[in-house]
C-alpha cells in the first residue's frame, strides 16, 4: 500500500497504534518524578520551612514530547515503511538481459550492477529464466534460474572498447542459436555506435524490447598532444547543450616514487560545442614524470589518456670541435650549453661517430664548421628521419667557407664570409639588441632582457628564402637565428657562439627558453602508420574499463599500422605498448573520435531516469525509538540528579563509540599528548628504569624522598617522581635522570642513546650512581663500575674530573665538604674544569665553567639514602645513631645542591663577582 | 611460647602504628601551613619576667638596689633600671567539631569541611606551640602541654570522628583565663554552644570561633523536588521546589550568623567565617592574628 509518494507500508493497520498516543501523553503527565536525594548539613536550618505553593510537579513537557516520539517512531517503525517501492513489472517467459559494457558506463557501474541484480531478484521471483549478453564481449546465449546468474553479476565489467561491428555480428549470430522467443532489457551506455540498429530489429523480432539507460553526459579524454611547448589536452562530451567546466588531472610519480597529482588543469565547453582544449605548461622536467592525464571523478576508460615517450626528457648530443680546455671552463661554449640543458634533458658529449648510432632527439654543433664527409652523410640522414641539428657559429664557422657559394645541406641559410662585428674598438655603431619575435617563431611570447647583445655574428646571404626561414633576428633585422626543414627534420642554426664571446646571450634566462623551445618544438610526432609499417608492438600493461592499468600477461603482439589505426577491441586493448626502446600509448579515444549520443527507434520504449532502489525504512525508525529512549534514560537521571551517578558510565560509552568509529589510535595519542602535557606542568624528578625491581623501587623512593625535602626546604616543589623508561618515554620534561647502575641492566638501543645525547646537550643532567661504595674511576674496577664503562661509551659526555673542592656543587644551597649518601667514602666525578681556570688571588672561588655539568658520576647509593615510605619514614637505615642521621641529612644537602645546581646553572658561581661589582662600582 | 600480655601489647603497637600511619600527611600540610606564617611577635609586649629586653626606667623608690643597671646608670645622674619583656606561657584550649556534619563537601574538588578544620587548628597548634605556648583539647583527653611532641598528640586526637550528625562543643576540664579556639560549622543545636561559651566565660576563657562552611551552604544552589538529609541520614527535610526555599534559607543562615556573633560580643570572643573553597592560608593568618589580639 502506499500512503505517500515514494514510501509504502507492508503492515499499514499497525499504524492505529499512533492513535493511542494522546491517552499516553494524559497517562505520563500525571507521574510526577523521583524528589533528588541530596546530603546538606545545612538541613537543620531548613527544619520547619514549608512551601508556599503546593505546586504538584509534573513531568516537564519536552520530556514527555520525547517519549511520544520515540513511542510513534516505534509503532511506524513496526508497520514497515518501505522507500520508492518497486513497482512490480509484469511478463512471463525468458529474459534476455543486453549489455553494452563499454567504458562509457563505468562510471556508474555500481548503479548499473545493482539495477541488474534487482531486475534478476524480480525475474527470479516470477519464475523467469534469464540469459546475459555483453556487446563488448559476446558469449553464446543460455538460459539459466535467475540465481545463478545474481552470482555472476558481480564478476561482470564492462570493458574498455565500444561494441564494434564484429562483436555485433557474433551476437546477431547467438540470437540466431536460439529457437524460443524472449522478452529482453538492454542496458545501455548511452552512445551511438555502428549496426545498433540491426541488433533492435532482431530483438525486436524475438519480443518485447525494453531500455534502459542513464541519461548522463559522457566524457573521454583524448590523448595529449604536444605542440610549442605545452601540453594540449581535449575532452569530448556527448551532450553539447550546456556550459560546463572539467577538470583534468596530471598524475606521475613524484622524486620519492609515489603516485600523486602533479598538475591540474580546468576545460571550459561553451555551448553547443562536443570539444573543448586546454593548454597545459609545464617545466620539462615535471613534464616528464606525468604518466596519464585522467578527467577528475570519473572512473572509465575512456576518461584516461596514457602518455608514452613524447613527453619524456629529451636526448642531446652535444659536440664541439675544439678539447676540452680545463683551465679555461667559463669560455667553453659546452659549458653553457650544459648549464642550460642539464635540467631538462640528457646530454652524451663525445665524438659524433660515436652519437650517432645512439639515435638522440637533438645534435648540438657548437662552432663545427667541417664534418667528415661520411659523417655529413650519416648525420643528414639522420636529420631528414627527423632529428633535430642545432648549430652554433663561432670563430671557425666564421674563418671557414662552409655553404658560402651554395647552401649547404646541413646550414640552414648561406653564410657571407667574416661576419660582422659591432661596438667594437675599430667598428662604428653599438652592439645590437634582439628584435621582439614575430608571431610563427618558435620563440614568439618570450620576453627579451634588455641586457642581452651581440658584438659579433656571422651574416646571412639575402636569398629569396631568408625571410621563412629567419626565426630570430637582432633589431636592424638581421638574422640571428635561423632554421629550415631537411626531410622530416630541421636544422636550427644560431648566427653567435654558445658561449659569452660575441654576445651576452648565453648569460641571460632568454637563453635556456629559447633551447628549451626549440628542443620542445622537435618532439616526437606521434608517429604515422607509415612509419609503424612492419613492427610488432608488445603490450606491457593494458587499461580495463574503468581505467586501471594492469598487467598484460600473455596478451598477444600488435600489428605497427593496426595498433594506430584500428579501433580497440579485444585484440588491441588500450595500454601501454613496447616495440624496442619505444614505448607507444594506445588510449581508448583517437583524435578523430566523437561521443555521439544514442538514439532509439520510436518504438522501442527507452527508461532513462535512474530507478532508485527499494529502501525498508523500519530498521532506521526503530533504532531512532531506540536513541530516543536511551536519551530519555539520561533525561530523567539529569532531572532527578542522579546523572553524576552515570557520567562514568557515559565516559565508557562514549569511549566505546570513540573505539567503535575506529578512532583508538589518536585517542591514545591524545592521551600520550594528555599525559606529557601534565608531565610538562609540573617539574618532576625521574629516575631511569633498570628492570630491576628492587633498585627501581628504591630508586623512586629516593626520588620521593628528595622531592618531599625539596618541597620543604626550598621553593622547588616537584610533583611524583617519574621511572623513564629509555626506549619509549620523552626525556625532554625531566631537568634529572638519576641512574643506578645495575651490572645485569641491558643496554639502550641506538636510537635511545641518541636522545639521551639530544638531552645531554639540550641542558639535561644524568647522575650515575654505582652503589658500590669507592671504586668508580680507582682502576680496581666492580662490576658495577664496568657496567657503567659501557653503559656510557656510546654518551656524549665531556672529560671529568673528581669534584673539585670550590666546585659549584658545594654551594648551590648549601654549603658541602663531601657527598655521602649511603656509603660515604666514595669520589664524586663532574664535567672538569676548562684549562684556563685559574685561581684568582683574594677569590675563594676559580672562574669554573660556564654551565651545568651533563653528568654527575657516584657511587654512594643516594637513591637509598634518600628512601622513604609512603608515610615519609626512612626506608633504609644509613650509619649507626646520630652520626648515620648525620649522614642521611647530608645525603639531602647533597641532593638538594644537586637540583639546585641543575636549575639554576651556575648562578652560586656568579655570586663571586659581587664584591668586585661592588668595589668597582664605589670608586 | 608468648603471653597474652605481650601479644595484647604488640598487636596495640600495631594498631597504633597504623593509626600514626596516617598522620604525616595532616601533620606535613598542617606543618607546610604553619611555615608559610614567621613568628614575629612572641612577646606579651609588657615589662614582667622574661629574658628580653623590653625598656630602661628611671629607679624608684622600692626598687631593690640590685636591680640598678650601672651600666646605663653610668651616663648621668639618674638611675636607671633595665625592665625585661614579661614572658609567660599561656595555654590554648582547641575544640574542632568531628561530627557528621563537618563530613562534607559539596564537588569533589573540595576538601571536606573537617579536613580543613583538623588542617587550621593543627596549624595554628603548631604556631602556638613554636611560640611557646601549652596547647591542647577541651575535655580531659589531652590536656594542654608545650613542647613538639604535643603536635603528634593532637594530631592524633584529630584522627578520631564523632558518630553523631552534629557534635555538642566539649567545655569540661577548662583552666580558668586560658585561650580557647573552637573550629565547627556551628549548625548543630545553638543552646550548646551558648552553655559552653558561657561556661567558658564564667571561667574567664576567651578566644576565637571559627565557622567553617561549604560554599553550597552559603548559595543553596538548589532546585527541582529535593529531598535533603544530614550526613549520617538523621534529619531529613523535604520539598517540591526547592529554588523558592532559598530565600528563607538564606535569612535563617544570617539568623544564625547573627546568633553567634552577639555570643561572642557577649563572651568576648571573636568568630571568623571561613570557606572551603578558599585558601587555607588566609584563614590560618587570620587565626593567628585573632589569638595574638586575644592573648
Redesign the interface.
Known amino acids: 500500500m502506499t500512503l505517500l509518494a515514494g514510501i509504502g507500508f507492508t503492515t499499514p493497520w499497525l499504524l492505529l497504534g499512533l492513535l493511542a498516543l494522546p491517552i499516553l501523553w494524559l497517562l505520563l503527565r500525571a507521574v ?16 520547619g ?1 514549608s ?7 509534573r513531568t516537564p513537557w519536552w520530556l514527555l514530547l520525547l517519549r511520544l516520539l520515540a513511542v510513534a517512531a516505534a509503532i511506524i517503525g513496526l508497520s514497515g515503511p518501505v522507500l520508492n517501492p518497486a513497482p512490480s513489472t509484469a511478463g512471463r517467459g525468458p529474459l534476455l538481459l543486453v549489455l553494452d559494457a563499454s567504458w562509457v558506463g563505468a562510471d556508474n557501474w555500481r548503479q548499473r550492477r545493482e539495477q541488474i541484480t534487482s531486475k534478476l531478484t524480480e525475474a527470479g521471483r516470477a519464475g523467469r529464466t534469464v540469459a546475459l549478453l555483453r556487446l563488448t564481449a559476446p558469449e553464446p546465449l543460455q538460459f539459466q534460474s535467475a540465481d545463478v546468474w545474481r552470482s555472476r553479476v558481480a564478476g561482470l565489467g564492462p570493458q574498455p572498447w565500444q561494441p564494434n561491428p564484429d562483436q555485433i555480428a557474433t551476437a546477431l549470430d547467438h540470437l540466431t542459436a536460439v529457437e524460443t522467443g524472449f522478452d529482453t532489457l538492454w542496458f545501455a551506455d548511452g552512445l551511438e555506435y555502428p549496426d545498433r540498429d540491426q541488433l533492435i530489429s532482431a530483438l525486436q523480432a524475438r519480443g518485447e524490447l525494453q531500455v534502459h539507460q542513464t541519461s548522463a553526459n559522457r566524457l573521454g579524454l583524448l590523448p595529449a598532444q604536444v605542440a610549442d611547448g605545452a601540453i594540449e589536452l581535449t575532452v569530448l562530451r556527448s551532450h553539447t547543450s550546456a556550459e560546463q567546466q572539467v577538470t583534468v588531472l596530471a598524475q606521475g610519480r613524484d622524486p620519492g616514487g609515489t603516485m600523486r597529482v602533479l598538475a591540474s588543469v580546468s576545460v571550459d565547453f561553451t555551448a553547443g560545442v562536443d570539444r573543448a582544449s586546454a593548454r597545459l605548461i609545464l617545466p620539462s622536467q615535471l613534464r616528464a614524470r606525468i604518466t596519464r592525464f585522467e578527467l577528475q571523478r570519473i572512473r572509465s576508460a575512456g576518461a584516461v589518456a596514457l602518455t608514452d615517450d613524447s613527453l619524456r626528457r629529451r636526448e642531446v648530443a652535444l659536440i664541439s670541435s675544439q678539447t676540452d680546455n680545463e683551465g679555461l671552463v667559463l669560455l667553453s661554449p659546452m659549458h653553457y650549453l650544459r648549464q642550460a640543458l642539464q635540467p631538462t634533458a640528457e646530454l652524451f658529449e663525445g665524438g659524433l661517430g660515436d652519437l650517432l648510432p645512439a639515435n638522440p632527439d637533438v645534435i648540438i654543433l657548437a662552432d663545427v664548421a667541417r664534418l667528415a664527409e661520411t659523417e655529413e652523410e650519416q648525420l643528414t640522414e639522420w636529420v631528414e628521419k627527423g632529428g633535430m641539428l642545432l648549430r652554433f657559429a663561432g670563430p671557425r664557422l666564421a674563418a671557414s667557407d662552409i655553404s658560402r657559394d651554395e647552401e649547404h645541406p646541413l646550414m640552414p641559410v648561406r653564410l657571407r664570409s667574416g661576419g660582422r662585428s659591432l661596438g667594437g674598438a675599430m667598428s662604428w655603431g653599438e652592439p645590437k639588441t634582439l628584435a621582439p619575435f614575430q608571431q610563427g617563431s618558435p620563440f614568439y611570447g618570450l620576453t627579451i632582457p634588455e641586457e642581452v647583445t651581440v658584438s659579433s655574428q656571422v651574416m646571412a646571404q639575402p636569398d629569396p628564402s631568408l625571410a621563412d626561414r629567419v626565426i630570430a633576428a637582432l633589431g636592424d633585422g638581421t638574422p640571428l637565428v635561423t632554421r629550415k626543414a631537411l626531410g622530416q627534420g630541421q636544422v636550427v642554426l644560431f648566427h653567435v657562439t654558445a658561449n659569452a664571446e660575441w654576445t651576452s646571450l648565453p648569460l641571460s634566462g632568454l637563453f635556456v627558453d629559447m633551447l628549451e623551445r626549440l628542443a620542445v618544438s622537435t618532439a616526437a610526432k606521434p608517429p604515422s602508420a607509415d612509419d609503424l609499417e612492419g613492427t610488432i608492438w608488445t603490450p606491457i600493461k593494458v587499461l580495463d574499463g574503468f581505467g586501471r592499468l594492469g598487467e598484460a600477461d600473455t596478451l598477444p603482439g600488435v600489428n605497427g599500422p593496426e595498433l594506430m589505426e584500428a579501433a580497440a577491441g579485444p585484440d588491441l586493448r588500450p595500454g601501454l605498448y613496447d616495440s624496442g626502446s619505444r614505448t607507444l600509448a594506445r588510449n581508448v579515444l583517437r583524435a578523430g573520435d566523437q561521443l555521439q549520443p544514442a538514439i532509439w527507434p520510436r518504438d522501442v520504449p527507452v527508461i532513462s531516469a535512474a530507478a532508485s532502489a527499494e529502501r525498508a525504512l523500519g530498521g532506521m525508525l526503530i533504532s531512532l525509538a531506540l536513541v530516543l529512549l536511551a536519551l530519555d534514560v539520561a533525561a530523567s537521571l539529569a ?1 532527578s ?1 542522579l546523572l553524576h551517578l552515570s557520567r562514568t558510565a557515559a565516559l565508557v560509552l562514549g569511549l566505546a563509540a570513540a573505539a567503535w568509529l575506529g578512532l583508538p589510535a589518536q585517542s591514545a595519542l591524545a592521551q600520550q599528548g594528555a599525559d606529557q602535557l601534565g608531565l610538562s606542568s609540573e617539574l618532576a624528578l625521574a629516575h631511569v628504569l633498570t628492570g630491576d625491581d628492587q633498585v627501581d623501587e628504591i630508586a623512586h623512593s629516593g626520588l620521593r624522598g628528595l622531592s ?1 625535602t625539596l ?2 626546604r626550598t621553593s622547588i616543589e616537584p610533583s611524583l617522581p617519574v621511572g623513564v623508561d629509555l626506549e619509549r618515554d620523552e626525556l625532554a620534561f625531566y631537568p634529572l635522570l638519576y641512574w643506578p647502575i645495575t651490572p645485569d641492566q641491558p643496554r639502550p638501543s641506538a636510537a635511545a642513546y641518541t636522545r639521551l645525547n639530544a638531552y645531554l646537550r639540550t641542558g639535561g643532567m644524568i647522575l650515575f650512581d654505582t652503589r658500590d661504595a669507592n671504586l668508580v674511576g680507582a682502576g680496581a674496577s666492580s662490576a658495577n663500575a664496568r657496567k657503567l664503562q659501557q653503559l656510557a661509551r656510546s654518551l656524549d659526555i665531556p672529560p671529568l674530573e673528581p669534584l673539585p673542592a670550590d666546585h659549584v656543587l658545594t654551594r648551590a644551597f648549601y654549603l658541602l665538604q663531601d657527598f655521602p649518601g649511603r656509603h660515604q667514602r666514595g669520589e664524586l666525578w663532574v664535567e672538569a674544569a676548562p684549562a684556563d681556570a685559574e685561581h684568582i688571588e683574594g677569590m675563594p672561588f676559580r672562574n669554573l665553567n660556564d654551565g651545568v655539568t651533563p653528568v654527575v658520576i657516584g657511587s654512594n647509593d643516594w637513591g637509598a639514602a634518600w628512601a622513604v615510605d609512603n ?3 626512612p626506608l633504609l637505615p644509613v650509619g649507626r645513631g646520630f652520626a648515620g642521621e648525620r649522614q642521611r641529612e647530608l645525603a639531602y644537602r647533597f641532593g638538594v645542591n644537586l637540583v639546585m645546581h641543575v636549575l639554576t646553572g651556575n648562578y652560586k658561581s656568579d655570586q663571586v663577582h659581587v664584591p668586585a661589582l661592588l668595589d668597582r662600582l664605589g670608586q | 611460647m608468648t603471653s597474652p600480655h605481650l601479644s595484647q601489647a604488640t598487636g596495640l603497637r600495631r594498631r597504633a602504628e597504623i593509626a600514626a ?1 596516617s ?3 595532616l601533620l ?1 600540610q598542617a ?2 601551613l604553619a ?1 608559610s606564617v614567621l613568628l614575629g611577635e612572641h612577646g606579651r609586649r609588657r615589662a614582667g619576667m622574661g629574658d628580653d629586653f623590653w625598656q630602661y626606667r628611671v629607679a624608684q623608690p622600692g626598687d631593690s638596689r640590685n636591680m640598678i643597671d650601672h651600666r646605663r646608670s653610668a651616663r648621668g645622674d639618674q638611675q636607671f633600671i633595665r625592665e625585661r619583656e614579661w614572658q609567660i606561657a599561656q595555654t590554648v584550649h582547641v575544640w574542632v567539631d568531628q561530627g ?3 563530613r ?1 563537601a559539596s564537588k569533589p574538588d573540595l576538601p571536606q ?1 573537617i579536613d580543613r578544620a583538623r588542617k587550621l587548628a593543627l596549624a595554628a597548634s603548631i604556631l602556638m606551640l613554636r611560640g611557646g605556648e601549652r596547647v591542647g583539647l577541651t575535655g580531659t583527653a589531652l590536656p594542654p602541654r608545650s613542647g613538639n611532641m604535643q603536635v603528634l598528640r593532637m594530631a592524633e586526637a584529630f584522627s578520631l570522628n564523632d558518630d553523631t ?2 557534635a555538642p562543643p566539649e567545655h569540661h576540664a577548662m583552666i580558668p583565663h586560658a585561650r580557647g579556639l573552637f573550629i565547627s ?1 556551628f ?2 543545636p545553638f543552646d550548646e554552644l551558648q552553655l559552653a561559651l558561657g561556661k567558658a566565660a564564667d571561667r574567664g576563657l576567651r578566644g576565637v570561633l571559627l565557622q567553617v562552611l ?1 560554599p ?2 552559603e548559595a543553596f544552589p ?1 532546585s ?8 549520617t541520614g538523621g ?7 526547592a529554588s ?2 532559598r530565600d ?2 538564606l535569612e ?2 544570617a539568623e ?1 550568623r547573627d546568633g553567634l556573633e552577639t555570643l561572642c560580643r557577649a563572651t568576648g570572643w571573636q568568630i571568623g567565617l571561613h570557606h572551603t573553597g578558599d585558601s587555607a592560608q588566609t584563614a590560618l593568618l587570620w587565626l593567628y592574628h585573632a589569638l595574638e589580639r586575644t592573648r
Open positions: 510526577p518524578p523521583a524528589p533528588v536525594r541530596r546530603v546538606f548539613p545545612a538541613v537543620t536550618l531548613l527544619l520551612l512551601d508556599d505553593e503546593s505546586l504538584s510537579d532531572l540528579g618531599n618541597a620543604f608515610n615519609g619514614r | 600511619g598522620l604525616p600527611p606535613v606543618e607546610q611555615g557528621g556534619s563537618m562534607f569541611k550528625d552534629y560549622d549548625l548543630g561549604d553550597s551552604e538548589f527541582g523536588r529535593t529531598l535533603f538529609e544530614s550526613v534529619l531529613r527535610h523535604e520539598t517540591l521546589k523558592a526555599l528563607r534559607y535563617r543562615l544564625r
